[in-house]
């Protein structure tokens, strides 16, 4: 009589779920900021209103200092001041940011672990507070005080510059997605509420992923949605002496039956626009 071997058959571990593993910083980088295009916007700009070239740079709300690494590859001169509250983001920035960019433009980026309202610094040609991360100021106050404390620390021709989010479909309770180039991810934009007595909303990030899995609230905003006029009353009571708004120019969609207009991605000085449902604009405050 033969006798079989019984084998036990090992339970396989479950593979981990992409969200699980994935880094929001990572994710946010990809789909969120646009450092190419920012930079050449602020140079462009700057050479446009002062006649000359930019090379200090203070990046507000830097985060992983992103943008202050990019700008600091552009030019041996550049250098770059960040300023955030959140020391684990800079940390993170340090590791996979300024460290793969080696010594010579790490050296040039200096982190500060403060806050914007109070931090002293050299005086820069221009500061930049992207991705609407000024809105977290929510009262005119302190935003007053934010745009007075900037411009203390700008040279006598210096910039101020800001981007701001609106449209009539800003105000709305919505979730929208949008593809990322050559990634595997979905970048998914909620608006989970808005109260137009205080024009506070509250907005989260997510990320799907293919195996259905998503990373919930990878990042969320409690903010003032701020208007145009708004901000160039305060700033003008800060002290600043001019106030310039970017558009996004737009052009017909030529296969299209509908009067369907195409963002090109270049922006120009307006004074009178049409509402939209949708907008994005960059704000040029001048010392």
């Known amino acids: ?6 084998t036990k058959k090992t339970k396989r571990s479950p593979k981990p779920k992409m ?45 992983t200092a ?7 590859k552009l030019d041996p001169e550049n250098k770059a001041i960040g300023v955030d509250l959140c020391q684990d983001t800079m940390d993170w920035g340090v590791q996979h940011n300024l460290i793969p960019a080696g010594e010579e433009v790490s050296s040039r980026v200096r982190l500060l672990n403060h806050d914007v309202l109070t931090v002293e610094t050299d005086k820069v040609d ?18 007053r005080s934010y745009f007075e404390n900037v411009r203390k620390g700008l040279k006598s021709d210096g910039i101020l510059y800001l981007d701001l989010m609106g449209g009539t ?10 593809e990322i180039d050559d990634e595997d991810f979905l ?13 506070e909303i509250l907005c989260h990030i997510h990320f799907d992923f293919p195996d259905g899995s998503r990373l919930e609230n990878a990042f969320s905003y409690d903010w003032r949605l701020w208007s145009i006029p708004e901000l160039k ?3 003008l009571e800060a002290g600043f002496k001019s106030f310039h708004v970017y558009w996004e120019e737009f052009e017909e969609d030529e296969d299209s039956d509908d009067e369907y207009l195409d963002g ?6 307006v004074f009178e626009v049409d509402q939209q449902e949708s907008w994005l604009a960059y704000i040029v405050i001048k010392v």
């Open 19 to 63: 969200a699980t593993t994935a880094d929001r910083h990572v994710l946010y980088q990809k789909s969120v900021q646009s450092p190419e295009f920012e930079l050449e916007f602020f140079i462009d700009r700057f050479e446009e209103h002062r006649q000359r070239k930019p090379h200090l740079m203070r990046e507000d709300f830097c985060g």
């Open 187 to 199: 970048y998914v934009w909620e608006q989970e509420k808005f109260n137009p007595i205080t024009n």
């Open 66 to 72: 992103f943008l202050s690494t990019e700008w600091c």
């Open 169 to 178: 479909q800003t105000i709305d309770v919505i979730e929208e997605d949008r």
């Open 264 to 269: 090109t991605g270049e922006y120009s000085e």
């Open 1 to 6: 009589m033969t006798s079989k071997r019984m």
């Open 126 to 143: 221009f500061t930049c507070a992207m991705n609407f991360s000024f809105c977290t100021f929510k009262t005119r106050g302190v935003l």
């Open 233 to 235: 009353e305060i700033a």
